[in-house]
């Protein structure tokens, strides 16, 4: 029998994560995304429970790296969260669990701080970044003016382009911030001021800084507040734009290769061999994750795409294990190098790869438990005739369009909290199938039968199958969306304002909870003041 885990106080969670990084370790909080947004632990890593095992083998990919879980405490529908998720991630290997008492009610109730919004960790990072290296801003209506010139700055968006094309500035070219140093030579012959924007603050702060630390010598700016706080000001976004810029030539690459190896030794880069990086994937006591930093082409074999801008920008989607190294492989060195500086001032331990990596075992993630078959109408019809219960896993907005009748929305958290009765049959409804396994996982571990899975309203319409009544007004639960300034890019201008004041305020919050993630840089790290200032 599986020993329950042992519980560790906040307190003692807190004290470890304000201390110097010491082993590896990570601490997971299991709660919905939309859950976590209104309030976690900074230093947290968001894994939600209903896609444990499906994400768990990439984050924590070394079973005996040290666990701490975190579940909201005894909310109603959330109890025992931890202790579950400990079950089942004893059951695959991970022993060295403890669960946060109290989870986070708890950390709460201990006085300790609990953060709104999601990738916190890189949002904080930015502003660190703005407030250590003094990154040359611009505001919206200097902007404008600037833009109404005769020769106006080039502006660039550092987004990745789907991003781009939902909504830019106008005349807003875009080049995501890891392909920027590809754009360095067009943007040095063009000998004009450049100003990265992104759609709040951290990216063009990033983007401008990535410019200069690569040597543009050109001015560079960042859009102080981004997309938002150009429409606060009164100016409107271009939406369904389509500018990226052109492909870099073959000198071009040349250029920034060679850019990227003049980064790696003014910033003491740590580089890695082939040989070494073998060496390194032998050793059961350590984590070593594996990117491959670039938004296009096929990552070699055992590498993960992580492009270099998102890795940055949403480092907790990659990266859980404290203490953890990091090895990254581009075979221009550029975006490599871009994710390497980054990385390394965040604090971890990122390596740039300096040749092809020897073919390696593709990640195989952890055994999932086998997907429930799909009934066809008649089977479906068979088992609602027999009163089997429906549970539909899908999202709100899609139970809200259509649902079967008498079907229950679940999400796989919390399932324990439905009251079914003993040895239910359920049909299960899901669109994502390898989260369905999950849930049917755990109901057959309950003791219930799981008669299969449907997810096409149309097939329940085409053959006459009963539908539910319209919810499309009706309240309901909805943990797993992120509802924290959710408006902030659709037009709504108080998410927007709310949203800025939460990532300028980030630093000040750190600050008053005793955590210094990032050191104070010394005089000779910091850029010369006055330096790439244009206004």
Request: proline residues 10%; neutral net charge; charged residues 20%.
């Amino acid at each position: 029998m599986t020993p329950r885990p042992a519980t560790v106080s906040p307190q003692a969670v807190m004290d470890r994560l304000r201390a110097a990084p010491a082993g590896e370790w990570a601490f997971i909080d299991l709660r919905e995304e939309g859950e976590a947004a209104e309030g976690h632990p900074f230093g947290s890593v968001n894994l939600p429970y209903s896609r444990l095992e499906l994400e768990l083998g990439a984050l924590v990919p070394r079973p005996d790296t040290p666990l701490v879980l975190l579940d909201g405490g005894n909310l109603e529908g959330g109890k025992d969260l931890a202790a579950r998720a400990a079950l089942r991630l004893a059951a695959l290997g991970y022993h060295q669990l403890s669960i946060v008492k109290g989870g986070a009610l708890g950390w709460e109730a201990a006085g300790l701080p609990l953060f709104k919004g999601v990738h916190t960790w890189s949002k904080a990072f930015g502003e660190w970044v703005q407030h250590e290296f003094d990154v040359p801003e611009i505001g919206p209506q200097e902007l404008a003016e600037q833009r109404a010139l005769a020769t106006p700055p080039v502006l660039i968006d550092g987004r990745p382009l789907a991003e781009h094309r939902a909504f830019t500035l106008p005349g807003a070219l875009n080049c995501p911030n890891a392909d920027l140093p590809l754009a360095l030579p067009a943007l040095a012959e063009a000998d004009l001021p450049v100003i990265v924007h992104c759609a709040g603050r951290t990216r063009s702060i990033i983007g401008a800084q990535t410019l200069r630390d690569f040597g543009l010598p050109n001015p560079v700016m960042a859009l102080r507040d981004g997309t938002q706080g150009w429409e606060l000001a009164g100016f409107q976004r271009d939406i369904g734009a389509n500018r990226p810029m052109p492909a870099p030539s073959a000198s071009q690459i040349a250029d920034a290769t060679a850019r990227a190896k003049a980064v790696i030794a003014a910033h003491g880069l740590p580089t890695l061999t082939a040989e070494d990086l073998q060496a390194w994937l032998a050793d059961p006591t350590r984590t070593t994750y594996l990117f491959d930093p670039r938004s296009d082409g096929t990552p070699p074999s055992g590498f993960r795409a992580a492009p270099g801008t998102t890795l940055v920008q949403q480092t907790d989607r990659f990266i859980a294990v404290k203490g953890a190294r990091v090895v990254l492989w581009d075979p221009s060195l550029v975006r490599s190098t871009f994710a390497a500086l980054w990385l390394k001032r965040m604090g971890i331990m990122a390596h740039v790869l300096l040749e092809p990596p020897q073919p390696a075992p593709p990640a195989t993630g952890l055994p999932l438990p086998p997907v429930p078959h799909a009934l066809d109408a008649p089977a479906l019809k068979a088992a609602l005739a027999q009163g089997a219960l429906v549970l539909d896993l899908r999202p709100v907005a899609a139970f809200r369009a259509a649902h079967l009748a008498k079907a229950r929305r679940a999400i796989r958290p919390r399932i324990p909290a439905l009251g079914l009765a003993e040895n239910s049959k359920i049909v299960l409804v899901a669109r994502d199938s390898a989260r369905a396994a999950l849930v049917a996982h755990d109901l057959t571990a309950a003791g219930h039968a799981v008669l299969g899975l449907t997810s096409d309203p149309k097939l329940w319409q085409d053959h006459g199958l009963p539908l539910g009544q319209s919810l499309a007004d009706a309240p309901l639960d909805d943990p797993e969306t992120v509802q924290f300034c959710a408006g902030r890019h659709s037009g709504n201008l108080e998410d927007a304002r709310l949203y800025l004041a939460w990532e300028t305020g980030l630093l000040d919050r750190l600050s008053a909870a005793g955590l210094t993630p990032w050191p104070t840089l010394l005089p000779h790290q910091r850029p010369q003041a006055g330096a790439q200032t244009w206004l």
